[in-house]
Nanobody
């Protein structure tokens, strides 16, 4: 069974850092683009960051650019999201996703994504 499993969420204060991990199992994701989305209460899910299948061309939403860094370790079938200078507006459930199209992830296309994780809660207090 193909799965993506997020971890690393939690409750932190504004200005703190967290690192989310997303571990894939059931297949190799080395030839997939991997991304992160988030959904805050009462809001639609939004794109956060994506990284290409060779770790190339990371791309970020404007709201997190300069604060968040996406990376991947293909040997571990894992993608990471380092989140620094967290703000209360970063509070959301964060989802990991994988798709063969980096553009589909970056543009949150309706057909995206082939695989999704179950999500991990990030709460930032002021």
């Amino acid at each position: 069974q193909v799965q993506l499993a997020e971890s690393g969420g939690g409750l932190v204060q504004a200005g703190d850092s967290l690192r989310l991990s997303c571990a894939g199992s059931g297949r190799t994701f080395s030839n997939y683009a991997m991304g992160w989305f988030r959904q805050a209460p009462g809001k639609e899910r939004e794109f956060v960051a994506v990284i290409g299948w060779r770790g190339l061309s990371p791309y970020y939403a404007d709201s997190v650019k300069g604060r968040f860094t996406i990376s991947r370790d293909s040997a571990k079938n894992t993608v990471y999201l380092q989140m620094n200078s967290l703000k209360p507006q970063d509070t959301a459930v964060y989802y990991c996703a994988a798709d063969t199209s980096q553009h589909a992830i970056a543009l949150s296309m309706p057909q995206c994504c082939e695989h999704w994780g179950q999500g991990t809660q990030v709460t930032v207090s002021s």
